[in-house]
């Protein structure tokens, strides 16, 4: 047991230094003119992602070559890679590129690492905030390495709830995602857009939101590391509709250890 403990801790380790790496460059370039492309309508790329991702990958390659890789920015050019039982690093370079070209600085560095495809790693870095979100599966969460826990919020109409309007912006989902929003604003204390999945993960991790959902995010790279993290905190990751979460699906809900039956109760039908 030793041995496995050593080792995913040495998984951290590497997982932190590749972060902080890409941090540093989203730091250095989150003031400067920013050359933007366009994804989609809405969704962004900037010449930092692809930085970012370009670093974190050297690092993580050059340390675990035996491993499998799945980028935001790789898989938007070469399409994403099936998860296999296989360690694979699933890496969102820099979740919050809209944020990041406005100068918003809800910005992140999201690191997962799955084995037999299941999360065993999660890094989440803000370098604007200064904030290093961890977690090993069995081992707790951590900000900045002091421990977190989720909030202890048990009543909905109480709740501080965070979700995303998503990239699609054709008229059948712009209507179905106002449609859940105008349900649950008579139901949750009040509602917010970040616009970053993984920190929003994150802020349910370490108390500051209570319940999360998003329908049609980007891909595994958003929650790899973050449902990890919400786990450790003693939070509940799961399908909007209340199934099991599936990494795969870009379909997510998370909430603390008291809500998750009134989450789903008020997404009900709508999700």
């Known amino acids: 047991m030793g041995d496995c403990a050593d080792k995913l801790a040495a998984f951290l380790s590497t997982a932190v230094e590749a972060a902080k790496l890409a941090g540093e460059i989203i730091f250095q370039n989150f003031h400067k003119t920013k050359v933007v492309e366009h994804k989609g309508r ?7 992602d692809k930085a970012c991702e370009d670093s974190i990958f050297r690092h993580l390659k050059r340390t675990y070559p035996d491993h499998q890789f799945i ?3 790789t898989s938007a050019v070469n399409g994403t890679a099936d998860l296999t039982d296989v360690p694979t690093w699933i890496i969102d370079p820099l979740d919050g590129t809209t944020n990041f070209v406005h100068g918003f600085p809800f910005v992140c560095v999201s690191i997962g690492l799955t ?3 299941i999360p065993t790693i999660g890094v989440v870095y803000n370098p604007m905030l200064g904030e290093l979100f961890t977690a090993i599966r069995g081992g707790g969460a951590f900000l900045n390495t002091a421990p977190i826990t989720a909030s202890s919020q048990s009543e909905l109409m109480k709740a501080l709830v965070a979700t995303e309007v998503g990239t699609k912006r054709d008229k059948t989902t712009v209507d179905a995602t106002t449609d859940r929003i105008n349900g649950l604003l008579y139901k949750v204390r009040s509602l917010r857009m970040t616009g970053s999945c993984a920190l929003n993960l994150c802020g349910i991790a370490c108390g ?4 999360f ?8 790279w958003d929650v790899a590391a973050g449902v990890l993290i919400v786990q450790e905190a003693g939070g509940c990751v799961f399908d909007p509709s209340g199934d099991d979460f599936n990494i795969t699906s870009q379909r997510v809900a998370a909430c603390n250890a008291h809500l998750k039956e009134a989450v789903i109760d008020a997404l009900r039908g709508n999700v």
């Not at 809405?42 to 930092?48: A, G, K, M, P």
């Not at 500051?208 to 319940?211: H, Y």
């Open 42 to 48: 809405v969704d962004l790329v900037t010449e930092t």
């Open 71 to 73: 980028g935001e920015e």
């Open 115 to 117: 084995i037999e495809k």
């Open 208 to 211: 500051r939101l209570d319940a």
């Open 213 to 220: 959902y998003e329908l049609g995010y980007g891909g595994p």
